[in-house]
């Protein structure tokens, strides 16, 4: 059967981040005749062509927030998969206009320009900080979900089916904190931790890509898919990297950080009342209610009372052990752990 995005040009924003590169390996043995990499950064593009090396990966400097380089950027294109982004909550926090221009304004540019170039499908990621958001990061966020719903909503002719995707942390993404407890373990530490009983969620970037790739197969304008994840707490996520390690080295609780919570909510109580499961994905239709109130006055909904948000404390709680597991499929954590191996034996010696 034919891949459904064979023969067709997908455009990734934010297409040299974490996300872009690895969907791009993907989805290369798929049959599509384009993917053009839109981003900022040139470095990491020359970087990515080099690497990449294949006619059909076109690459374009633009910025989501000029909405004259977004449109450049959206002739011809079948699909988009929208990554770009300000992710990182301390900054966002201390610059939120930065955060507002990249994450709602151009993420407005790239719905309207999809829709006005008559593209068939946009997929927005979004993030489990942008439900009860506390910081920048996750308020700018849960406004792309609303964009993306508002649009969808106004688009009665159905030329462009806009979809949001949401997940938790990703695990070894750039900026996160497992590279950064390598480098702290491999430096002889501290590992610094702000508060050990924080959990998140746990995803490997494989399975975020497959949320993505599954809300672009079965997802209708307006919805919201949600990845399901189990989550550990910091502090057992520190004991399986050092047990990985095989060293014990000094941790050091920092406190928290600008805009960061105990736990995660992937999936608010109102959200999961109009939830579709589907084994590993919840899947949130849009609310396609108009300004007419008056139509839907109810005297309330016992199921709502009943229903608890999926957050990172409800979930799965993965073991130590566990944690280990799901370390050990990483890559990027497999390498660093092989490099770590070689030179302790070359200083044994």
Not at 235 to 256: C, E, Y
Not at 301 to 308: G, N, V
Request: glycine share 8%; net charge positive; aromatic share 8%.
């Amino acid at each position: 059967m034919a891949h459904p995005m064979r023969g067709k040009a997908l455009l990734i924003t934010g297409g040299t981040g974490s996300f872009g590169r690895t969907v791009l390996r993907s989805l290369l043995g798929k049959g599509l005749k384009e993917i053009r990499i839109f981003s900022r950064d040139e470095m990491k593009q020359e970087q990515m062509r080099l690497e990449i090396n294949d006619p059909r990966v076109k690459f374009l400097i633009g910025d989501v927030r000029s909405r004259d380089s977004v449109d450049a950027a959206m002739g011809g294109v079948d699909y988009v998969f929208h990554a770009a982004a300000l992710k990182q909550v301390p900054s966002c926090d201390f610059f939120p206009m930065q955060a507002v221009y990249t994450n709602v304004i151009g993420s407005h540019n790239v719905i309207e320009s999809a829709m006005a170039h008559r593209v068939e499908r946009v997929v927005c990621l979004s993030t489990d900080k942008a439900v009860y958001p506390i910081n920048a990061m996750g308020m700018t966020k849960a406004l792309m979900e609303k964009i993306a719903q508002a649009a969808a909503r106004a688009n009665t002719a159905g030329n462009t089916a806009v979809i949001n995707v949401r997940y938790g942390n990703v695990m070894y993404s750039r900026g996160s904190v497992i590279p950064l407890f390598v480098r702290q373990i491999q430096a002889g530490g501290p590992v610094t931790v702000t508060e050990p009983g924080m959990t998140r969620f746990m995803l490997p970037l494989a399975e975020a890509i497959d949320l993505v790739l599954f809300a672009f197969v079965r997802g209708e304008s307006g919805d919201i898919f949600i990845r399901k994840a189990p989550a550990c707490t910091v502090s057992d996520l520190v004991a399986a990297m050092q047990t990985l390690f095989r060293t014990r080295v000094p941790v050091k609780v920092i406190g928290m950080r600008h805009g960061e919570k105990i736990y995660e909510t992937l999936a608010s109580r109102e959200e999961l009342r109009r939830a579709e499961d589907l084994r590993g994905y919840y899947r949130v239709r849009m609310d396609d209610r108009d300004l007419n109130y008056n139509k839907y006055f109810t005297e309330g909904d016992a199921r709502e009372a009943a229903t608890e948000d999926y957050t990172s404390h409800n979930t799965r709680r993965l073991t130590v052990k566990e944690v280990e597991s799901l370390l050990l499929s990483l890559p990027e954590v497999k390498g660093e752990l092989a490099s770590w191996r070689n030179r302790r034996r070359r200083r044994a010696h």
